[in-house]
């Protein structure tokens, strides 16, 4: 039998960040999408025709394609053309990915398959994940085999997202997508239903290879951040201006330096290298580093709050910023949360003040605390002794720095240079 060709139902298992705008740009592009979750508070909201995190654009293709009956959401894996794959994969350990998630939905996959399918893995994972969903697969179900083209041939691809936080609604059909077939038949029917919503280059290879470089992709950027957080060190303990240094150095026409900060935040770009590290611990000294270097920031801010704290019998900090990048509500893996969490520990004495203008409440490890609260701009900026700007958000931009003339200012993004 041939595959189910054009693959008219699709279901992507796993409606976060990436799952759910994936489904809504399918079920846009026509194809029946039904979303599966494990929230059921995520399948209500998505039924009725909401969102539960923001994401530009989201919610208005979300109501439509809901509305239209294009796409629904379920608890349970439905019968389907393909699936698409779209779960975390956090890290376990000595920094080894876990894979419990993948298996999960593997497992759920199983038995509803009936011959020619497509699985595609979209979550980020370690060299050989794709295979290691396929056996999963394969395991449950002996019968079917990779090799196409038979009645019982199942086709599984890798098929990594590229998507900016912030911009997934545009990039999601703009970036050009890399497609890694297990088999160039699996490659090919992956390709075809990418190219529904898809406008940038949908560029083929073999499922470890997309592996490998939707990793490379993020160490790659987690090594040039780590040279502007290394610089942003040695620079302060020379009394040099980092960010003049950079936008000098970047001057030249074969440099551009990315910029320094708090650490770097996100389930991707603080995760990702360390599936590198972990595939080969010897030969990876270069990415471990980077990682290193970018994970000992925020111990560096912690530092410097702290020293001028000292001078305060009751401190009370400005914490601006605890999402893990401008602009967005995210704050997940976010070095600024952290960072507030750590000063509000060590600053007994004292109070910080959240100001965080894309949620409603503190995460709960910082409501617990009594010397946290969420605090609105203007007065958090009245009532502090220190403020520490730790996010770029574009309301941070606009703050009168005459408001800031009495204070002692920790700047990590260089915002009001
Ligand atoms: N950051 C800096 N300095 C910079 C740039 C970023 O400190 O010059 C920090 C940010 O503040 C943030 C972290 O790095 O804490 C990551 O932010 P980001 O905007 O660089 O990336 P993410 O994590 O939002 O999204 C990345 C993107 N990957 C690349 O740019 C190579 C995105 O395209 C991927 O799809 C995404 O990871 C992912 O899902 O893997």
Partial sequence: MSPNVP??????????????????????????????????????????????????????????????????????????????????????????????????????????????????????????????????????????????????????????????????????????????????????????????????ELLVTDAKTAEMAKLTENAFRDVNIAFAN???????????????????????PRVNILQPGPGVGGHCIAVDPWFIVSADREHSNLIRTAREVNDSKPELVIEKVLKKADKFKNPTVAALGIAFKANIDDLRESPSRNIAGSLAGKLTDGTVLVVEPNVDELPKELAEKDNVELAELDSALERADIVLLMVDHDPFKEIDRDLLQEKIVIDTKGLWR
């Avoid at 009645?151 to 990594?160: D, I, K, Q």
């Avoid at 609604?169 to 190219?195: C, F, H, K, S």
């Avoid at 942003?232 to 000098?248: F, P």
């Fill in 7 to 200: 693959l008219d139902t699709v279901s992507v298992i796993g409606l976060g960040y990436i799952g759910l705008p994936t489904a809504a740009v399918l079920a846009q592009a026509g194809k029946t999408v039904i979303g599966v979750d494990v929230k059921q508070e995520n399948v209500d909201a998505i039924n009725a025709g909401t969102v539960p995190f923001v994401e530009e654009g989201l919610e208005t293709v979300v109501a439509g394609v809901v509305a239209q009956g294009k796409l629904s959401a379920q608890l349970e894996t439905p019968e389907a053309d393909a699936y698409i794959v779209s779960v975390p994969t956090p890290f376990k350990g000595d920094h080894d990915a876990d894979l419990s998630y993948i298996e999960a939905a593997a497992r759920g996959i199983a038995p509803k398959l009936s011959g020619g399918e497509l699985v595609v893995l979209e979550s980020t994972a370690p060299p050989g994940a794709t295979e290691h969903m396929a056996d999963v697969i394969l395991q449950a179900r002996p019968e079917f085999t990779l090799e196409p083209n038979l009645p019982n041939s199942l086709y599984f691809s890798h098929a990594p997202e590229r998507v900016l936080p912030g911009r997934i609604m545009i990039e999601m059909v703009e970036n050009d997508r890399i497609i890694g077939g297990m088999t160039p038949e699996a490659a090919e029917m992956n390709r075809d239903l990418y190219a529904s919503f898809c406008h940038g």
């Fill in 230 to 252: 290394e610089l942003s060190i040695i620079a302060d303990r020379q009394s040099i201006d980092v960010w003049e240094l950079i936008e000098l150095s970047n001057h030249h």
